[in-house]
C-alpha cells in the first residue's frame, strides 16, 4: 500500500503562485508514475499533470507553460509548481500514484493510490 498527503493549497490572487507537495509513504519504491488531478465545484475531476520515475512528464493543454511538476524520488515527494493562477484553477488538488504504466496517464481511473486533496483558490 502506499498512503500519500498533499499539501501547499491556499488562496492566492490571480496571477500568483503556489506550490503543492505530496508526501508518499509505504511501499513507495512500487510506484511508477505520479500525477495531480483537479476537480472544481460541479465539474468532473480532470488531470493537470503526470510524471515517470524517469522523469518524463505530461500536462493538460490548460496548465502547460504554467504549471510545472517533478518529483523528487529520494524524499518520496511530488510538487506541482503553478504560476500564473487563474479563476479557472480553483478547485481541490488531488495526488495520484501507480505502480503500473497507465495506458492513458489523464485517466484518473488507471492510478491506484489517491490522497485527500487540498484546496487551492484563485481570487480574480
Known amino acids: 500500500q502506499v498512503q500519500l498527503v498533499e499539501s501547499g493549497g491556499g488562496l492566492v490572487q490571480a496571477g500568483g503562485s503556489l506550490r503543492l507537495a505530496c508526501a508518499a509513504s509505504?511501499?513507495?519504491?512500487?510506484?511508477?508514475?505520479m500525477g495531480w488531478f483537479r476537480q472544481a465545484p460541479g465539474k468532473e475531476r480532470e488531470f493537470v499533470a503526470a510524471v515517470t520515475r524517469s522523469g518524463t512528464t505530461y500536462y493538460a493543454d490548460s496548465v502547460k507553460g504554467r504549471f510545472t511538476i517533478s518529483r523528487d524520488n529520494a524524499k518520496n515527494t511530488l510538487y506541482l509548481q503553478m504560476n500564473s493562477l487563474n479563476a479557472e484553477d480553483t478547485a481541490v488538488y488531488y495526488c495520484a500514484a501507480s505502480g503500473s504504466t497507465p495506458l492513458h496517464v489523464s485517466r484518473g481511473g488507471e492510478y491506484a493510490y489517491w490522497g485527500q486533496g487540498t484546496q487551492v483558490t484563485v481570487s480574480s
Open positions: 509505504g511501499r513507495t519504491f512500487t510506484i511508477y508514475i
